[in-house]
């Protein structure tokens, strides 16, 4: 069946840095282009970034802009999101969502001192 499992959160300083995977399974991962979203609780989920299938083309939230980058290696059915120059608003749950519809479970960034 199909899987999308993120990994990489934790607690950081604020100014660090992280790096977001999500391990994709039981598709053909290289077809698809693929996004990370947050969502802090009482919010709606926010689009942050997006790839596409092949990689010629990223696009960013204003709030993220030139502090993270999304990224993917298709031989290894995954999707990164480097998170640069972190803040204490990036403070939230984040998801990875495959074009086909799939999310995963979400994985937790705590930017605090």
């Known amino acids: 069946q199909v899987q999308l499992v993120e990994s990489g959160g934790g607690l950081v300083q604020p100014g660090g840095s992280l790096r977001l995977s999500c391990a994709a399974s039981?598709?053909?991962?290289?077809?698809?282009?693929m996004r990370w979203y947050r969502q802090a609780p009482g919010r709606e989920r926010e689009f942050v970034a997006l790839?596409?299938?092949?990689?010629?083309?990223?696009n960013y939230a204003e709030s993220v802009k030139g502090r993270f980058t999304i990224s993917r290696d298709n031989a290894k059915s995954t999707v990164y999101l480097q998170m640069n120059s972190l803040k204490p608003v990036d403070t939230t749950v984040y998801y990875c969502?495959?074009?086909?519809?799939?999310w995963g479970q979400g994985t937790q960034v705590t930017v605090s001192s």
């Open positions: 790839i596409t299938s092949s990689s010629s083309r990223t």
């Open positions: 039981g598709f053909t991962f290289s077809d698809y282009a």
């Open positions: 969502l495959s074009r086909n519809g799939y």
